[in-house]
Every structure is written in structure tokens, then in C-alpha cells.
């Protein structure tokens, strides 16, 4: 066997022979691993635009990952036993299609290589996961792969607890780079990593020593094997253009009783003659000439997009490894008792028990109409998940170390820990960040709903993962409580005033804002029925009165808007409000009244969905009365969808202030009586 090509940052390595088919493992590796970098130089080059050099760098690395290592099947890209992949450096996407192209997964023909980056190919720029079969998260935003991966060990550990490992028995890989581990979200990853032990998560560290721009020393001394150990995972050092080292240490890795970080030393670009181990290999075609040089330098004959019939056949060979364990795996489910294997199955599908769910719903505003209840949203909520959470199993929830403020872990749902893969509630700690890119992961890993908490403010220190969760289409529930300056005391630094807005603008993502226990309860049963949507919940801290009285057996928040109470006569004015402010509509109705002016009252639980609506169901809600005002404690951006430029709006324009709330609400004049006084304006009457 060769010798290990000694990898150096700053010179072009020594460069494997050319082989012949008689070729040694080693040289047969080579030649595999080539394949990867010369697609990927050549995709690179005919775009016009990529990033060669890390799939150059890490070739060996995917090489023996995706050929010796993983259990996948290309015939079936979404085979729940799968080993899972995650290219968190997602700039280097090129690896990952070569992989995908070369294991044989059938939608990745040369033909979307050659239309790598342009429009409708099943190859992006980065990775997206809803796009290309075998992708298994977006990636690009640097450091959210990798907390993707702790989520997906989560949702296997969880699921492997609670349906054996007979069913449920795969890994996560990570490939990281030099950005993914400068990212401060890379941090929460890897301590609630570590916290879990999740022992079948490996992330290869991509340990090249460049970014953009230039040397890693410029900006970055951490030691970060030790940073992993003190994080509490197994972490080595390898070569990583050493294919038998590299196999080595995902042996152990595999075995681990904890995460493991395997930290690659590669050379970025390798095989390039002059851009090698330099950041002018990271993201620009290389060049003709550079290209000329490199395939020289690699052995490698074959034209651009042309993989030699022997490497093409070694990797196919390798690609279908792992058909033998997915039909094992089939007779393992088709033996389960037909009840076990079906939970499973619909479990993975993503399909509800809609049945239970409407159930749970509709026994929840019964009991709500029996007593109204005159409290915060965050306990209507918690009170929705007594009921939800036992009769909806693929629910875990979580909280950011806010569970008290944030009523997400009801009465006996069970902690999910390292001594306890099998329970329901992740005490995710302060990591808001890392909370919800993990999230994303279970939602991608399929099996579980995951739901989490913490303040609406901090939705900014998230924001990033609930961005992606939108563009991935994931099921993802936020619980964001505290949601305007009703939480008072606390002050501005916690009182949300644009993140409603900000989350609004979010595409794809439904920002819920009941105003009562029964809006609660209805915005719940839409955010776990949407199976392709992130979903924010934000919910006051102080008590609401309950407005919507009877039971409606349809779920009125679907429209994202609805009248709440009717004017008495024509109406003058229209009063439309959101969570908290409803109820001060409704007062600010009464007041007109006592004025002569009808005004009727429209409550806005989602402005997402009711924007959403045909223009002439849009035009039914928004009626035609002459004067539109718009109540919301946060700014004004959005509304004016419904109230024109020229409606009126109460809320607020500035930041917040720290004071007993009700205080604060007459402070800003968000209250009855200004908003009465707004609409009489708009009549020529104040
Ligand atoms: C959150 C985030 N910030 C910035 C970038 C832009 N960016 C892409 S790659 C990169 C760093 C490249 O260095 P490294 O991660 O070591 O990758 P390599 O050069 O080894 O390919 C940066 C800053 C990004 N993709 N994501």
C-alpha cells in the first residue's frame, strides 16, 4: 500500500500515481477520489462560478465515506434507515453531487453535473435538501449543518429508544470546515452534542487551514480537538489524504459511546499545481491552465465529465452496498406487529392521526367554552399541550432554559437525556441558535415534530435557523412567549416590537398570535397541520381575557383572520387586532358605540394566511367600512396589507420601556380609548 500523501498547507502535495485496472487499494482510491475532483474542477469551471476547492481538498475523505463507510441506497434516497450526510460547508456542494453522481443515486446523471448552478438543476449553488435526492439539508449558512446533525442523532437516538434497533440504527456524518467551527453556533452544537453523548454523530473536520481570506491564522488559534474534548466528545487527528487512516478513525468513531470529531488535515484545492493549500482554490474556477496542470498532476486522462468506466464502475459497486442491508432492514419492519410497523410508517411519512388531533382540538375548546378562562396565552398554550402532546406521540418539545416562562413542558411529559433517549421534553439550555437549527434537523430526520420555547426577542438570536427552516419547507413549531411590552418589567432589551414584522417577512414561515385559550388551541392544531411550514407561537405573558364564546367546530384561525365581533348596524369602522390588543379593540368597539359609531372587530391571528387568501375572501374580512385601524403592540409594518396607507394604526414605533405593563400600554396609547379617539379622527369626530 502507499504511503500516506503528506499533506501540507502550503505546498502542492505529492500526488498519487496514475493507475492502471490492476491498480493497488490504494491507487484504486486514488483514482476514485480523483474522480470526485475532477468533476468537481470541471463543473466549477463550466459554471463559470463554485468553489473547487474544498471538494478537492476533502475528495479523499467523502471517498471513503460514501465507499467503505456509510450505509445508504441510492434506489431509495429516503430510506429512514439511512446513514445520514451533512456537507455543512455547503459552499463546497460540488463533493457532494460528485458523491451522489458517482454512488449512482439515479436523478444525479451527468447531465445535472454539467448544469451544476443553473436554473431548475438538481444541482444548486449549495445544497438544498427539497431540491436533490440524497441532499439531506441545506447548507451554505456556515455552522448550521452541523447543528442540523446533532439534530438528526437526536431524533435517531429518540427514535431508536422508542422503536428498537432493529428499525432505527444509522449515523450522522458531518463535513466541517474552518467556517462551520468559527461560527459561535457551532458551539451550542457541539456542547448539546456532547451533553447527549450522541455517540453515532462523527463530524470530519475539513482541517485545511484556509478560508477566504487567507491563512486560518489570520483570524483563528483555537485548539480544536481540545475544544470538542472539553465539549465532551472523542477527538484524533488524521491525514486526511490517508484513505486507510481516515477508515480507522470512523472505525472507532462508529463505536464511540460519544460524538467524535475526526479533524482531516487536507490541503485545499489538492492537486491544483499552483492554487493548492492557498484560498485561491476556494471559490472561483480554477482555470484552464490550472485544470491542465491538476489532471497532470492527478494522473487523471479522462476529458471533462468523463469518469473512466472502471472508477465509475468501483464506485457504483460501492453505491450499492448498500441495498442487501435495506432489504434486510424491509424484512426486519415487515416481521413488527402490524400496529408497531404501521406507527412507524406513518411516523416517517410525516402523516398525522388527523382524527386525534381534531379530537384533542375539538375537546379543548369545548372545555374552554364550559369555563372560560382568563389567562396568558403561554398557559392556554401549555394547557393545549396536556391534550396534544399524548395524543400526537411525534411531538418533542424543548425549551431554551425559559421552561417555566414558556409553559412548553407539560404535566408528566418525560425529559429526553442521555440516560433517557426515549423522553419527550429537551432542556436545549441557552442556546437559542443551536435549538433551532437542531430542530431542523429532527424535522429533516422525519419521525418527530419537534416544538421548542423561548422568548419572542430572542427569535433574532435564531433567526438564521428559522430562515432556512422556511426555505427547507420543515415542519418546526417555535413557542416564543413574552411577545410585546404586556411582559413588562423586564424592559426593553426583552420587549419584542419589530419581530412580529421581521418573522412576517420571513417566506414560508407562520407567525401565529392568538388572543385568547380558544385562538390558542385552533393556531396550534394549524401549526402541527402544516407539514411543509416553520411556525412561530407567540403568546403573552400577561392574562387575556377569553373573547370567543361557544364552540366552533371549524377552526376560525385558518383564515388568518376573522370578524370576532360584529358592529351593531352598518359599520363606520373596522378595529383589526392580534393577540393582546384584540380584547383592547373590542373595548375601544364599546366606547364607539357610547360615541354612535359602529365599528365591528376583526381579530388577526395570522397575517400570514389571511394574506394568503383569495382577494375576494381578503375583501369579505376586511369589509367596506369607511375607517380601518390596526391595533398591534409591535410596529406598523405589514399591516398596512389590510388598512391601506391610509388606515390608522396603534401600536408601537419605538422601543419599549420597563414598567408594570398596564403602565406601559397607557405610556405607548395603546389602549381603548386611543384607539376609539384614532377612529374618530379618521371621521372628522375627535
Ligand atoms: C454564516 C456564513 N458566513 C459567511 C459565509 C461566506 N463564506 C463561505 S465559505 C467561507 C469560509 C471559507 O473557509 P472554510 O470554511 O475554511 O472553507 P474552505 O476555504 O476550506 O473551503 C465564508 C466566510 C457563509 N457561507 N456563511
Known amino acids: 500500500m502507499t504511503p500516506p500523501a503528506a499533506a501540507s498547507a502550503a505546498a502542492a502535495p505529492s500526488m498519487p500515481a496514475a493507475s492502471s485496472a490492476s491498480a493497488s487499494p490504494r491507487a484504486q482510491h486514488d483514482r476514485m477520489a480523483n474522480a470526485i475532483r475532477a468533476l468537481a474542477m470541471d463543473a466549477v469551471e463550466q459554471a463559470k462560478s463554485g468553489h473547487p476547492g474544498l471538494p478537492m481538498g476533502a475528495a479523499d475523505i467523502a471517498t471513503v465515506l460514501f465507499t467503505q463507510v456509510m450505509k445508504f441506497d441510492p434506489s431509495d434516497a429516503a430510506w429512514p434507515d439511512r446513514d445520514r450526510f451533512v456537507l455543512s460547508a455547503g459552499h463546497g456542494s460540488m463533493l457532494l453531487y460528485a458523491a451522489l453522481h458517482l454512488a449512482g443515486y439515479p436523478r444525479m446523471t451527468i447531465e445535472e453535473i454539467k448544469r451544476f448552478r443553473q436554473f431548475g438543476s438538481l444541482t444548486p449553488g449549495h445544497p438544498e435538501s427539497h431540491l436533490t435526492p440524497g441532499v439531506e439539508t441545506t447548507t451554505g449558512p456556515l455552522g448550521q449543518g452541523l447543528a442540523n446533525a446533532v439534530g438528526m442523532a437526536i431524533a435517531e437516538a429518540h427514535l431508536a429508544a422508542e422503536f428498537g434497533r432493529e428499525l432505527v440504527d444509522h449515523h450522522t456524518y458531518v463535513l466541517a470546515s474552518d467556517g462551520d467551527l468559527m461560527e459561535g453556533i457551532s458551539q451550542e452544537a457541539i456542547a448539546l452534542a456532547g451533553h447527549l453523548k450522541l455517540g453515532k454523530l462523527v463530524v470530519l473536520f475539513d482541517d485545511n487551514g484556509i478560508s477566504i481570506d487567507g491563512p486560518l491564522s489570520l483570524a483563528d488559534s483555537v485548539d480544536q480537538l481540545k475544544r470538542f474534548e472539553a465539549a465532551g466528545w472523542a477527538a484524533t487527528r488524521v491525514d486526511g489524504h490517508d484513505p486507510d487512516a481516515i477508515a480507522r478513525a470512523l472505525e472507532k468513531a462508529r463505536t464511540a459511546n460519544k460524538p467524535s470529531l475526526i479533524a482531516c488535515k487536507t490541503t485545499i484545492g489538492f492537486g491544483a499545481p499552483t492554487k493548492a493549500g492557498s484560498e485561491k482554490s476556494h471559490g472561483s474556477p480554477l482555470g484552464a491552465d490550472e485544470i491542465k496542470g491538476a489532471r497532470e498532476r492527478l ?291 364599546r366606547l364607539l358605540a357610547e360615541r354612535g359609531v359602529a365599528a365591528r372587530v376583526v381579530s388577526v391571528p395570522c397575517l400570514d394566511l389571511f394574506i394568503a387568501q383569495t382577494a375576494e375572501q381578503r375583501r369579505f374580512v376586511i369589509g367596506d367600512a369607511p375607517v380601518k385601524v390596526a391595533v398591534e403592540a409591535g410596529v406598523r409594518q405589514g399591516w398596512d396589507a389590510i388598512i391601506g396607507a391610509d388606515g390608522a394604526f396603534v401600536g408601537m414605533s419605538t422601543f419599549g420601556a420597563s414598567a408594570p405593563y398596564q403602565e406601559l400600554y397607557r405610556h405607548f396609547g395603546i389602549t381603548p380609548e386611543k384607539v376609539a379617539e384614532a377612529a374618530l379622527a379618521k371621521l372628522g369626530k375627535s
Open 299 to 589: 494522473g487523471w486522462t479522462s476529458p471533462a465529465f468523463e469518469v473512466p468506466a472502471d472508477v465509475l464502475a468501483s464506485w457504483r459497486a460501492a453505491g450499492a452496498r448498500g441495498a442487501a442491508h435495506h432489504q434486510a432492514w424491509k424484512q426486519r419492519l415487515a416481521t413488527l406487529p402490524a400496529e408497531k410497523r404501521a406507527q412507524f410508517e406513518r411516523r416517517m411519512s410525516g402523516k398525522l392521526e388527523t382524527d386525534k388531533l381534531a379530537a384533542a382540538v375539538l375537546s379543548l375548546k369545548e372545555t374552554f367554552a364550559k369555563t372560560p378562562k382568563e389567562i396568558a396565552t403561554r398557559i392556554a398554550s401549555e394547557l393545549a399541550l396536556e391534550a396534544l402532546v399524548p395524543a400526537i406521540p411525534e411531538l418533542v418539545g424543548g425549551s431554551a432554559d425559559l421552561t417555566g416562562s414558556n409553559n412548553t413542558r407539560p404535566k408528566g411529559m418525560s425529559i429526553l437525556s442521555s440516560a433517557a433517549y426515549g423522553g419527550r421534553f429537551i432542556h436545549y439550555g441557552v442556546r437559542e441558535h443551536g435549538m433551532a437549527s437542531a430542530m431542523n434537523g429532527m424535522a429533516l430526520h422525519g419521525g418527530v415534530i419537534p416544538y421548542s420555547g423561548t422568548f419572542l426577542v430572542f427569535s433574532d438570536y435564531c433567526r438564521p435557523a428559522l430562515r432556512l427552516a422556511a426555505l427547507m419547507e420543515q415542519r418546526v413549531i417555535h413557542v416564543m412567549t413574552h411577545d410585546s411590552i404586556g411582559l413588562g418589567e423586564d424592559g426593553p432589551t426583552h420587549q419584542p416590537v419589530e419581530h412580529l414584522a421581521a418573522l412576517r417577512a420571513i417566506p414560508c414561515l407562520h407567525v401565529y398570535r392568538p388572543c385568547d385559550t380558544i385562538e390558542t388551541a385552533e393556531c396550534w392544531q394549524l401549526a402541527i397541520e402544516s407539514a411543509h411550514r416553520p411556525s412561530v407561537l407567540a403568546l403573552t405573558r400577561q392574562n387575556l381575557p377569553q373573547l370567543r364564546q361557544g364552540v366552533d367546530a371549524a377552526n376560525r384561525c385558518a383564515a388568518g383572520a376573522y370578524e370576532i365581533v360584529p358592529a351593531e348596524g352598518k359599520a363606520a369602522v373596522t378595529l383589526f387586532a392580534s393577540g393582546s390588543e384584540v380584547a383592547i379593540a373590542v373595548a375601544a368597539r
